[in-house]
Antibody, heavy 121, light 108 residues
Framework: EVQLLESGGGLVQPGGSLRLSCAAS????????MSWVRQAPGKGLEWVST????????YYADSVKGRFTISRDNSKNTLYLQVNSLRAEDTAVYYC??????????????WGQGTLVTVSS | DIQMTQSPSTLSASVGDRVTITCRAS??????LAWYQQKPGKAPKLLIYKASSLESGVPSRFSGSGSGTEFTLTISSLQPDDFATYYC??????????FGGGTKVEIK
């Protein structure tokens, strides 16, 4: 059974940083691209970032480029998102999601339960 | 970036109704479109990929159609479990994935 378990969310002040993690199990993690998708309270889904299976290629939404960094450790079956210079508009539930392909993200066939990041003073 | 526009934003329907949701892309995305269902407080669930391919385990009352810039998700006979919000997502531009704004299906 595929499982994706996010952690690392919390309350942070504007300008602060967090590192989100997503522990994966039930599939060959190193074979698939992985992404982060976020959802602000009461709003729709927003793609944030993707990393390919090997970790050699990364992609970012314009809204987070230069502030967020996606990475993965295939030996630990874990996906990360380093979020820096946080703004109020980054407040959201952050989901990790598995693609059905390795080289880049396509659609998302499995999702984690999400971790809430709240940016507030 | 490719913009995805869903309509309507809210839909009121009754159990047993046939429901159709539309998603339009700002440029051609071939058939690289997925549909998701999301219930409050839960993660999205994949329903349809490649515009019309039904994900394993998804009831056959869900179907997708379209190509190019116009797509539809149809629920042939709405069930109580189907009241939720539905999102389309394009993956033609894999370096800039985008979702539609969502369609909330409410009880009439």
């Amino acid at each position: 059974e595929v499982q994706l378990l996010e952690s690392g969310g919390g309350l942070v002040q504007p300008g602060g940083s967090l590192r989100l993690s997503c522990a994966a199990s039930g599939f060959t993690f190193s074979s698939y691209a992985m992404s982060w998708v976020r959802q602000a309270p009461g709003k729709g889904l927003e793609w944030v970032s993707t990393i390919n299976a090997s970790g050699g290629s990364t992609y970012y939404a314009d809204s987070v480029k230069g502030r967020f960094t996606i990475s993965r450790d295939n030996s630990k079956n874990t996906l990360y998102l380093q979020v820096n210079s946080l703004r109020a508009e980054d407040t959201a539930v952050y989901y990790c999601a598995k693609a059905d392909y390795g080289d880049y993200s396509t659609f998302f066939d499995y999702w984690g339960q999400g971790t809430l990041v709240t940016v507030s003073s | 970036d490719i913009q995805m526009t869903q309509s309507p934003s809210t839909l009121s329907a009754s159990v047993g109704d046939r429901v159709t949701i539309t998603c339009r892309a700002s440029q051609s995305i071939s058939s690289w479109l997925a549909w998701y269902q999301q219930k409050p407080g839960k993660a999205p669930k994949l329903l349809i990929y490649k515009a019309s391919s039904l994900e394993s385990g998804v009831p056959s009352r869900f179907s997708g159609s379209g190509s190019g810039t116009e797509f539809t998700l149809t629920i042939s006979s709405l069930q109580p479990d189907d009241f939720a919000t539905y999102y389309c997502q394009q993956y033609n531009s894999f370096s800039k994935l985008t979702f539609g704004g969502g369609t909330k299906v409410e009880i009439k």
